[in-house]
């Protein structure tokens, strides 16, 4: 990004969500209260699964892995949203944007890869668990760590290379409270069609494909479940009907952004808040009061921080 090709556009303008203070007050509270409450909830599921030595297995260490996707979804957007909600000139620099639209897809793509690497661990558990740990072995973790990452930065790279040459001539106003690919290529001064399908593409294609594929395993995981567990039924479908919520709830809005036709901005606005805030939030509760393992360890950390403060 040397200037050269965007030279007449330094920053971009935000519409933002509204301009009624009401809304604007309620968005507020919303958000932070939000914002906040992700933030903690995503932060106990990681120190309850490393601190907790019966959290240490393959299942844990994926969800803890998912939490840590999880405050940075919601740290990529809605901070910037909650400081702009007042202000009149919501203004984003240009390398701010596309900062924001790396990271949106960075994070992205490796939270879908790790959804699906949860279904597979959900489905060696529970097809083979004769075989599970020496399938989701320590090293295996890692392996499935490490391709996730690198999957999710190929991916945002490859998204970022179609706009970073795009010309910028004037039109900076974006009709959304953060930067993503498909209102930013709206601005550009060129033809914008053949882009627009590139985006729907690439975005639109990974996330419908990676939601079938995620469907479709929980449905066979689903139909097996009888086959091989006896006593386990009503834990492995509790577990089961957790993730497969996660899953809706994640690709639901991603899928109306990138592959919906028809404008329609306050609903796309309004969904995005969704993404940007909401779902990171559930995630937590989601997991949490519906397992009563992870419950324990989270009273067991905070017991422990009170004792601690009492003694130091
Ligand atoms: C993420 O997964 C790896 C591999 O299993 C694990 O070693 C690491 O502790 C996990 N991260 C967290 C925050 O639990």
């Not at 997991?287 to 324990?296: D, G, Q």
């Amino acid at each position: 990004m040397d200037g050269a090709n965007h030279s007449w556009v330094s920053e971009f303008v935000f519409l933002g969500l509204s301009n009624s203070w009401a809304i604007q007050i309620l968005l507020f509270l919303f958000s932070s209260v939000l914002y906040m409450a992700s933030l903690m909830g995503n932060l106990l599921i990681v120190f309850s699964v490393t601190a907790d030595a019966n959290l240490h297995s393959p299942m844990y260490f994926l969800l803890a892995n998912l939490s840590l996707l999880d405050l940075g979804v919601c740290s990529i957007a809605a901070p910037k949203m909650i400081y702009d909600l007042f202000r009149k000139h919501k203004a984003i620099s240009f390398g701010g944007c596309i900062t924001q639209i790396f990271f949106i897809h960075a994070v992205g793509g490796t939270e879908m890869v790790l959804l699906m690497a949860m279904a597979f661990d959900r489905y060696v558990a529970i097809c083979k668990p004769l075989h599970y740990l020496t399938i989701m072995s320590p090293r295996m973790c890692i392996l499935i760590l490490a391709v996730s990452w690198i999957i999710g930065l190929t991916h945002s790279v490859a998204q970022l290379f179609f706009v970073v040459n795009l010309p910028f001539c004037g039109p900076n106003v974006l009709d959304s409270f953060y930067c993503d690919l498909p209102q930013l290529i709206k601005l550009a001064c060129t033809d914008t069609n053949r882009l627009e399908f590139m985006v729907t593409a690439n975005s639109g294609l990974i996330s419908v494909g990676s939601f079938f594929i995620l469907v479709i395993s929980y449905i066979f995981i689903l139909v097996t479940v009888p086959k091989h567990s006896s006593g386990g039924l009503s834990k492995a479908l509790a577990t089961l009907s957790a993730h497969v919520t996660v899953v809706v709830l994640f690709f639901g809005p991603l899928i109306f952004f990138y592959t919906w036709p028809f404008p329609s901005s306050h609903l796309d606005k309004f969904l995005a808040i969704f993404d940007a805030v909401l779902t990171p939030f559930l995630n937590p509760i989601i997991y949490t009061l519906r397992n009563k393992e992870m419950k324990t360890a989270i009273w067991k950390l905070c017991y422990q921080l009170v004792i601690y403060r009492k003694i130091s």
